[in-house]
C-alpha cells in the first residue's frame, strides 16, 4: 500500500474552536499540547509539551540539541524569546582554516553550536507556564520511552536522511546516529514503531533539573566528553554560560495591521523588509503577473540585504531601524521596474524545522518554532541521550569581512523565524512557514494572503507558493498558474517548476476574532499537519 499517494484532490477547510487550539506538523505532537491544555495549562505550556513531543516524533527536523525562538502573546503584551545558542568560545577562522576548511562543514564536531532549546522550555515554562515542567514534557518521554509509528511524510524524510548520511557521514563518530536513528542498519519504515530510551533518560533529567542537568550537569558533562574524544570545540564551560535571551520583537506596519518578527540574528527581518517595501504598492489581484513580480522582486532585494548583514545584532554594520526606514524601502524599491533584476545588497542608513502555534481561552498566544538546522543535523548523537546536535554554525561565514564571520561565543544568521500578527492594541494571533530560507518567503505570501487578498487560514496556507533561489531564479510548485509562470519567465524570471512540496515550507496560522473570541486555524496540507482543537 502506497501511503504517498492520493491521486483525488482534497480540500481542507479552516479549524474553528474556542476553549484551545494547537496547530503543528504532526499529529501525535499536536494531541500532546492539546492535553496540556486540558489539564488546566495554558498556551505556554502547550507549546512546550508540543516542542518537546516534536523532538521526538519529529526528528527529521529538530531534537534536544537545536534552537529555537518564541513569541509570546500574554497579558497584552508581546514578548521576544531568543533560544539560539552561541559558537564555542574557542572557535576561529584560523583554527577552521587549520583543518583545512575554505568554508563551514555541513556535518561534524564544527558546525556545531551550543543547543538553545532545552533551555527556551525551561525558560517559557518559568516565566509564564502553569504546570510543572515535569508534567508538560511527560507526553514527549511516554513517546520516546515506548514508541510511536512513523507517519507516511515522516517516514519519507527519515528515509531520506538516512541514504545521505549512509554517503557522507564518514567516521566513528557518527556512529551513534545510525544506531539511534537507523537501527539494524535501515531507516524504521512508515508504520514501524521507533522509540529511544536514551531520548526518554535526557527530557526525563531536563524536566525534573529544569534544564541544570543539560547545561551544568550529567548530560553537559557527556556532550563536552564527546567532543573532546572527537577534537570539537565545545566545551561543558560553553554550556553552562549558555542562558536565553529575552527580547523586543520588531515590527512593520502593513495596511493598518502591524506584523512582528523576533530581532536579529533572526532572518525575520527579511520578510518586514520586503512588506516594507511591497507596502507601497496596491494591489488588486492574487493571480495577477505583476502581483508576482513586484512580491519577487521586493523579496530579492530584501533577501540580499539579509544575506548581507543579519548576524548577532551587535556585530551587523546596518542597524535594524535603518534596515526597516521608509526611506530605506522607498529607495529599494525605486529599483523595481518591469523586468527582473539582478539584486545587489544596498547601503542602509546607519543605526530539515519545526513550527507551532498555540492559543488558550485566556487570550495567550505562542508563535513557536525549533530546529536542528539540516534535517537531523550535524550527524552527531551524543551517545546515550538520544541527543542529535544541530549543525547551525554552517552559516557562519568564514569572510573576516562578512557580518556574520565566524567568532568564538557569537550567534550566527539564523533561518528560523516565528512570525505575529497585531491590529491595534489586539492579538490577531501567530503564524509561520518552517523551512530554512524559504521562512521569510513564506511569511510574506502568508501575510499578504490574508490581509491584501482576504484569505482564510487555510487557504492562505494552501495557495501556490514561490521560491526566490538566487540571482532570477524562480522556483514555483506544480499548482501555480502556468499562464503566469509563462508571463514572468518573458520579464527575465528564470522559473523552475520543483516537484517536492516540501521544499516550499511547512505553516501554521491561528487567529483570533476579538468580538466573539473565537480561534480560526489553518494547518500545512504539504506535510501532516494537525490543528487539535477544543
Not at 318 to 345: H, N, T
Amino acid at each position: 500500500m502506497d501511503y504517498l499517494s492520493y491521486p483525488y484532490g482534497s480540500q481542507r477547510m479552516t479549524t474553528v474552536a474556542s476553549k484551545g487550539m494547537v496547530a503543528t506538523s504532526q499529529p501525535l505532537a499536536a494531541q500532546a499540547g492539546l492535553d496540556m491544555l486540558k489539564q488546566g495549562g495554558n498556551a505556554i505550556d502547550a507549546a512546550i509539551a508540543t516542542a518537546a513531543a516534536l523532538t521526538v516524533v519529529e526528528p527529521t527536523s529538530n531534537g534536544i540539541g537545536g534552537d529555537a525562538f518564541a513569541l509570546v502573546w500574554t497579558k497584552g503584551k508581546l514578548h521576544g524569546l531568543n533560544g539560539s545558542g552561541p559558537s564555542p568560545k574557542s572557535i576561529s577562522v584560523d583554527k577552521v582554516k587549520e583543518r583545512g576548511y575554505e568554508e563551514i562543514p555541513k556535518f561534524g564536531w564544527i558546525p556545531v553550536t551550543v543547543p538553545g532549546a532545552p533551555g527556551a522550555w525551561v525558560e517559557l515554562s518559568e516565566r509564564f507556564g502553569k504546570l510543572p515542567l515535569t508534567d508538560v514534557l511527560k507526553p514527549a518521554i511516554d513517546y520516546a520511552e515506548n514508541g510511536y509509528p512513523l507517519s507516511p511524510i515522516l517516514g519519507k524524510f527519515w528515509k531520506s536522511a538516512a541514504k545521505r548520511y549512509k554517503e557522507v557521514l564518514k567516521g566513528e563518530e557518527f556512529n551513534h546516529w545510525f544506531e539511534t536513528f537507523a537501527p539494524d542498519g535501515k531507516a524504521p519504515e512508515i508504520g514501524e514503531i521507533w522509540k529511544s530510551k536514551g531520548h526518554a533518560a535526557t527530557l526525563r533529567a531536563i524536566a525534573e533539573t529544569k534544564g541544570e542537568s543539560f547545561y551544568r550537569g550529567e548530560i553537559a558533562q557527556k556532550i563536552a566528553a564527546f567532543s573532546k574524544q572527537y577534537n570539537g570545540f565545545l566545551t561543558k564551560e560553553d554550556l553552562a554560560a549558555y542562558q536565553p535571551e529575552w527580547v523586543d520583537p520588531i515590527s512593520v506596519s502593513y495596511r493598518g495591521y502591524d506584523v512582528w518578527e523576533i530581532p536579529p540574528n533572526g532572518q525575520g527581518l527579511v520578510a518586514l523588509m520586503a512588506l516594507n517595501i511591497l507596502k507601497g504598492y496596491d494591489f488588486k489581484e492574487m493571480d495577477a503577473v505583476d502581483t508576482y513580480h513586484k512580491q519577487l522582486e521586493a523579496m530579492k532585494l530584501a533577501f540580499t540585504d539579509g544575506q548581507s548583514y543579519i548576524t548577532e545584532e551587535k556585530h551587523m554594520s546596518s542597524s535594524v531601524k535603518g534596515l526597516l526606514s521608509d526611506s530605506y524601502a522607498k529607495e529599494r524599491r525605486a529599483l523595481i521596474g518591469d523586468e527582473a533584476i539582478q539584486p545587489e545588497p544596498g547601503t542602509p542608513p546607519k543605526g530539515g524545522t519545526v513550527y507551532l502555534a498555540t492559543a488558550d481561552n485566556e487570550g495567550n498566544m505562542v508563535s513557536f518554532i525549533q530546529s536542528n538546522y539540516m534535517g537531523f543535523g550535524s550527524g552527531l548523537v551524543v551517545p546515550g541521550t538520544g541527543i542529535a546536535l544541530q549543525n547551525r554554525g554552517h552559516n557562519f561565514s568564514l569572510d573576516s569581512n562578512h557580518d556574520n564571520t565566524l567568532q568564538g561565543g557569537k550567534r550566527t544568521y539564523h533561518t528560523i523565524i516565528p512570525g505575529f500578527l497585531t491590529k491595534g492594541t489586539q492579538a490577531i494571533g501567530p503564524f509561520g512557514v518552517m523551512g530554512g530560507f524559504m521562512q521569510p518567503q513564506g511569511h510574506v505570501q502568508v501575510i499578504m494572503n490574508t490581509i491584501d487578498f482576504h484569505l482564510n487560514p487555510q487557504a492562505a496556507l494552501d495557495a501556490p507558493r514561490w521560491q526566490w533561489m538566487e540571482g532570477k531564479k524562480i522556483m514555483v510548485e506544480p499548482t501555480f498558474p502556468a499562464h503566469v509562470a509563462e508571463a514572468l519567465a518573458r520579464k527575465g524570471h528564470e522559473i523552475e517548476v520543483q516537484l517536492e512540496r516540501g521544499a516550499f515550507g511547512r505553516g501554521q496560522i491561528i487567529w483570533r476574532d476579538h468580538e466573539t473570541g473565537t480561534l480560526f486555524g489553518g494547518t500545512e496540507a504539504r506535510t501532516e499537519g494537525t490543528i487539535a482543537a477544543y
